[in-house]
């Protein structure tokens, strides 16, 4: 099976449509599991990847979109979400609350909402690629239709 004819891939492209997205997802010849994999594959800046990262917070997933340029600052996150800690999630646990593996986690298509925060960064930038439910796919996007399509929330998530 490719990754075009992946489940997930098929079921991601949908999710995209129903929400009016009009860009394409992309299926890449190398596995673009990390930000600079990703850029380097499409010609763009490594700014211009949305990474999605996956934490848990007392038992639940919480989803950051952070440009491929930042780290996630958790102590920074977990005050403005108002919970003592944020921890990045395991692999089983991204897998059962999204459907899909750390390295190709879309934005959108999990089997229950996600609460998302947004990297300000990303809006620097007039298309940002994401993740389309498979390491070897991605979609082109904006920072504006990133906060519409995962009902998120424009956050400063990296390190000062």
Do not use: C
């Not at 491929?68 to 991204?94: M, Q, S, W």
């Amino acid at each position: 099976m490719t990754s075009s004819e992946h489940p997930m891939v098929v079921h991601v492209q949908q999710v995209l449509r129903d929400h009016g997205v009009s860009g394409e997802v992309r299926h890449l010849a190398e596995s673009a599991r990390t930000a600079q994999q990703a850029a380097d594959a499409l010609g763009v800046e490594v700014g211009a990847i949305a990474n999605s990262l996956v934490f848990e917070v007392l038992g639940n997933p919480v989803l950051v979109l952070t440009s491929g340029t930042h780290r996630v600052d958790t102590a920074k996150v977990a005050a403005l979400l108002g919970v003592p800690e944020l921890t990045e999630a395991g692999a089983a646990f991204v897998r059962e609350h999204t459907g899909q593996a750390i390295g190709g986690v879309a934005p959108v298509g999990h089997p229950e909402p996600i609460g998302t925060l947004v990297d300000i960064t990303l809006a620097r930038h007039d298309q940002v690629w994401a993740a389309a439910g498979h390491p070897h796919t991605v979609f082109p996007t904006t920072y504006d239709e990133l906060l519409r399509i995962t009902a998120g929330t424009a956050a400063e998530v990296d390190a000062d």
